[in-house]
């Protein structure tokens, strides 16, 4: 079944570009929203699985939801403070790479049609490389490197990372990894 996803975006060409980079089989992209206006109504008749909106536009993710089975994801590409994203369900940042933003938004939408978007307590896929970078004492602009996306991104990664496991440590992540066989002894530094 093709995920549809709903962009919330009054810049044209940001809209423009973003789609490009989602264009895949399993995606349907539904005709964009410029402002936040009568979102509620357009949630209502299109029923997207994935909402990707600009933060500056409404950060009220709850207010979004509202009920709705389907993941909101941050679209960022200016500064935007980090306690304004700590409800979305993901970020992306214009800054990532195209494989990036479209694996991103293939695992949140794939737990929004499970029905388990904000309730899932296992990591994702990039959570998981994430996390593997961490445990190799890698800082957060090296991962940011390393993954081709954003510090905003690794950033709430690593946010989304401590809240699922409960781990706050550097150390005591190297040790979550090392348990469930993420990394093995030789690749901690």
């Known amino acids: 079944m093709k995920k549809k996803i709903l962009i919330v975006e ?4 940001i809209v423009a570009g973003l789609s490009a980079a989602l264009q895949h089989p399993d995606i349907r992209l539904l005709q964009h929203e410029a402002t936040a206006n009568n979102l509620e109504q357009r949630l209502n008749v299109l029923k997207p699985d994935v909402l990707i909106v600009n933060p500056t536009l409404n950060d009220n993710v709850n207010e979004m939801r509202n009920g709705r089975n389907m993941a909101v994801v941050a679209l960022l590409y200016q500064y935007v403070k980090q306690s ?3 409800h979305f369900d993901a970020v992306i940042d ?10 991103t938004i293939l695992d949140i939408s ?3 049609i499970a029905g388990d978007a904000r309730s899932n307590h296992e990591l994702t896929p990039r959570e998981t490389a994430v996390l ?10 090296e991962i940011a490197a390393r993954l081709n996306v954003s510090i905003f991104t690794v950033t709430t990664h690593r946010k989304n990372i ?10 005591g992540l190297t040790v979550y990894a090392l348990l469930n066989n993420l990394i093995d002894e030789d690749t901690v530094i």
């Not at 009054?10 to 060409?13: D, K, V």
């Open 10 to 13: 009054p810049s044209e060409i």
């Open 84 to 86: 304004r994203l700590r």
């Open 94 to 103: 214009i800054r990532d790479s195209k494989q990036a933003i479209l694996q």
């Open 110 to 112: 794939a737990k929004a």
């Open 132 to 141: 593997v970078e961490v445990a190799k004492g890698l800082s957060n602009k």
């Open 162 to 171: 401590v809240r699922k496991t409960g781990i706050k440590s550097v150390a």
